[in-house]
């Protein structure tokens, strides 16, 4: 199949250009991001030094999750990712819940990330946090989504340098704080299960809101298959390119986690910090190296620009399904024949972070983002257990050990989060039944 052969969809089709490198970079600018960043931070202030326990409980049900991801993706590579799955595989009321879970959270964790990446390069830079935070997030988003109109070859190039700086800035921080945590690593791991904010809740319930905090940060791997159109030979591409940005970020938070609570301690690690600063970068100042605070920072930077980039990138792919099924407008689903890049998708994707973006303040809960994500993931494994014998490439205990991790622990975090999780997904059901019923379209209309 040549590089730039369609997907063959009503709608046009999109550019094969992703082999196992680009993909799997792609998944790691989703993954190494702001949960690498913050989500370790809050992790640690729940669970304590057992945040390694978490990270690595996290990890396994991702694989799980990444694996179910994968074969579904590999059996239909189509643009949409769960959203798509849901349709074929389960209900059109499973995949839209699905889709609508998905921008939602999503949405504000690129605000987020745009905002992010405006606080650190002034951090970085010295400059005060000021009214030109939010110009320097808006200048971002405008600029990402201008990227990523050009094509996805262009944006593929540009994350790859986006995620090398990152990735180079947190092997930094292990290599330097190294020498750090094996000094004070005895000290500070020894009152393992002890939360250093103070939670007088059982250590293991404790350690169960960390797991689902943490597994957040592992769902950028998912990008891969939401972009399952533009991926050259996908039955064997995409499985390769999920496994393998999951391991490398696996390795990373690891390390990272055992670095950060054995040089400096839970309390100083689990400190989530302000707007204006990340916790690797004030623990790396506490290393007496020489401008590593700096350095973090620049790896901040890089990473919330992957995040945003990504998130632009994965968005508009679930927004052209969903137009293309009748749950967006039918205009969001046309594909420009020039570069094979859904224009109208990208443009709303784009208009609605701009304007999340500029109220100046988004910052969407992790436990929230947590419960959102666990539903997207719990569908992913109800439709990979429906998948026909001939197209499994694994076996339905895998998808069965992700659907029960998913829903036992989507009710493990704050049940103020789960509240507003549950009323988010009924307000857009309400909304896909008024809009079906204008429109006199049934859930079949769309791409089959």
Same mark, same amino acid.
């Given at each position: 199949?040549?590089?730039?052969?369609?997907?063959?969809?009503?709608?046009?089709?999109?550019?094969?250009?992703?082999?196992?490198?680009?993909?799997?970079?792609?998944?790691?600018?989703?993954?190494?991001?702001?949960?690498?960043?913050?989500?370790?931070?809050?992790?640690?202030?729940?669970?304590?030094?057992?945040?390694?326990?978490?990270?690595?409980?996290?990890?396994?049900?991702?694989?799980?999750?990444?694996?179910?991801?994968?074969?579904? /993706?590999?059996?239909?590579?189509?643009?949409?990712?769960?959203?798509?799955?849901?349709?074929?595989?389960?209900?059109?009321?499973?995949?839209?819940?699905?889709?609508?879970?998905?921008?939602?959270?999503?949405?504000?964790?690129?605000?987020?990330?745009?905002?992010?990446?405006?606080?650190?390069?002034?951090?970085?830079?010295?400059?005060?946090?000021?009214?030109?935070?939010?110009?320097?997030?808006?200048? /971002?988003?405008?600029?990402?989504?201008?990227?990523?109109?050009?094509?996805?070859?262009?944006?593929?190039?540009?994350?790859?340098?986006?995620?090398?700086?990152?990735?180079?800035?947190?092997?930094?921080?292990?290599?330097?704080?190294?020498?750090?945590?094996?000094?004070?690593?005895?000290?500070?791991?020894?009152?393992?299960?002890?939360?250093?904010?103070?939670?007088?809740?059982?250590?293991?319930?404790?350690?169960?809101?960390?797991?689902?905090?943490?597994?957040?940060?592992?769902?950028?791997?998912?990008?891969? /298959?939401?972009?399952?159109?533009?991926?050259?030979?996908?039955?064997?591409?995409?499985?390769?390119?999920?496994?393998?940005?999951?391991?490398?970020?696996?390795?990373?938070?690891?390390?990272?986690?055992?670095?950060?609570?054995?040089?400096?301690?839970?309390?100083?690690?689990?400190?989530?910090?302000?707007?204006?600063?990340?916790?690797?970068?004030?623990?790396?100042?506490?290393?007496?190296?020489?401008?590593?605070?700096?350095?973090?920072?620049?790896?901040?930077?890089?990473?919330?620009?992957?995040?945003?980039?990504?998130?632009?990138? %994965?968005?508009?792919?679930?927004?052209?399904?969903? %137009?293309?099924?009748?749950?967006?407008?039918?205009?969001?689903?046309?594909?420009?024949?020039?570069?094979?890049?859904?224009? $109208?998708?990208?443009?709303?994707?784009?208009?609605?972070?701009?304007?999340?973006?500029?109220?100046? $303040?988004?910052?969407?809960?992790?436990?929230?983002?947590?419960?959102?994500?666990?539903?997207?993931?719990?569908?992913?494994?109800?439709?990979?257990?429906?998948?026909?014998?001939?197209?499994?490439?694994?076996?339905?205990?895998?998808?069965?050990?992700?659907?029960?991790?998913?829903?036992?622990?989507?009710?493990?975090?704050?049940?103020?989060?789960?509240?507003?999780?549950?009323?988010?997904?009924?307000? %857009?059901?309400?909304?896909?039944?008024?809009?079906?019923?204008?429109?006199?379209?049934?859930?079949?209309?769309?791409?089959?």
């Amino acid at each position: 199949m040549s590089g730039r052969e369609a997907a063959g969809d009503a709608g046009g089709g999109l550019a094969r250009e992703l082999g196992v490198l680009g993909a799997t970079m792609m998944g790691l600018g989703s993954i190494i991001g702001t949960g690498i960043f913050v989500s370790i931070g809050i992790a640690t202030g729940v669970a304590g030094p057992s945040v390694v326990v978490a990270i690595v409980a996290a990890a396994g049900l991702a694989v799980c999750n990444a694996l179910s991801s994968a074969q579904l /993706a590999a059996s239909h590579p189509t643009s949409g990712g769960t959203y798509e799955y849901g349709y074929v595989y389960l209900n059109p009321w499973l995949g839209f819940a699905a889709g609508w879970m998905f921008l939602c959270a999503k949405s504000a964790s690129a605000a987020t990330a745009a905002l992010g990446f405006a606080g650190y390069t002034l951090v970085a830079l010295g400059a005060p946090d000021s009214a030109w935070r939010v110009v320097l997030a808006l200048a /971002a988003v405008v600029g990402l989504t201008g990227l990523v109109l050009s094509g996805l070859r262009r944006s593929s190039a540009a994350n790859i340098i986006i995620v090398s700086v990152t990735l180079s800035a947190l092997v930094f921080f292990v290599v330097a704080g190294l020498p750090a945590a094996v000094r004070s690593g005895e000290e500070h791991f020894r009152a393992f299960f002890e939360s250093p904010s103070g939670d007088v809740r059982s250590p293991i319930v404790r350690l169960l809101e960390a797991t689902a905090l943490m597994f957040v940060a592992y769902t950028g791997y998912g990008r891969v /298959a939401t972009m399952g159109e533009e991926v050259r030979s996908p039955r064997t591409t995409i499985p390769r390119a999920i496994v393998l940005a999951l391991v490398a970020a696996m390795v990373l938070y690891a390390a990272v986690g055992a670095v950060g609570v054995g040089a400096a301690g839970a309390a100083v690690f689990g400190s989530v910090g302000t707007e204006r600063a990340a916790p690797l970068a004030v623990v790396a100042s506490g290393f007496g190296v020489p401008g590593a605070g700096v350095v973090l920072s620049v790896g901040a930077v890089t990473a919330m620009l992957g995040v945003l980039l990504n998130l632009i990138l %994965g968005l508009s792919r679930v927004a052209l399904a969903m %137009g293309r099924r009748g749950d967006l407008p039918a205009a969001v689903a046309r594909v420009s024949g020039w570069r094979g890049v859904p224009v $109208n998708a990208v443009l709303l994707v784009g208009a609605v972070i701009f304007v999340l973006t500029a109220v100046g $303040n988004i910052r969407l809960a992790w436990s929230l983002s947590a419960f959102t994500v666990l539903v997207y993931y719990a569908v992913t494994n109800l439709a990979a257990l429906r998948l026909p014998r001939e197209r499994r490439l694994f076996h339905p205990a895998i998808a069965w050990v992700g659907l029960a991790g998913c829903l036992g622990l989507a009710f493990w975090v704050q049940p103020r989060a789960w509240g507003a999780g549950v009323c988010i997904l009924a307000v %857009g059901l309400v909304g896909r039944a008024l809009l079906r019923r204008r429109g006199g379209r049934g859930d079949g209309a769309g791409a089959a």
